[in-house]
């Protein structure tokens, strides 16, 4: 079953704040099961004020903005430096369970982003 401390989610915070401080986000833990990142402000234009992204093909729909789909490579990598993808099978009907989920979203649907010059 996917679980994520609060203590990771902080850890992994400390660590994305580090590598992007010219960002501002939002990251909390959801539901015990999830880790919800959220970029509220920064330097660069990711096309919209509010998306909500798919990190397994973000690289396709952010071709358009290569700065973008770096900051997302640094996300990514933080997460899965911390807690290595490892996925549990359960069933070949029903796949596999990560061991955290995790959405990444630029603005949120109350708070857009603002891209700071």
Known sequence: MPYITSEKV?????????????????IT???HS?????ILSGPIDFG???IQVN????ENSFSEYPKAVEVFKKILSILEEKEP??????????GS???YYKSIHVGKWDKKYKQIA
Do not use: G, M, W
């Not at 990190?55 to 973000?58: A, L, T, W």
């Open 34 to 38: 999830s880790i919800r990142i959220v």
């Open 97 to 99: 369970v990560p061991n």
């Open 10 to 26: 902080k850890e992994i915070r400390t660590k994305i704040k580090k590598e992007l401080p010219e960002f501002k986000f939002s």
């Open 55 to 58: 990190h397994y093909c973000y």
């Open 29 to 31: 833990r959801q539901h």
């Open 48 to 50: 919209d004020e509010y």
């Open 85 to 94: 993808e490892r996925e549990i099978v359960y069933d070949a009907d029903y």
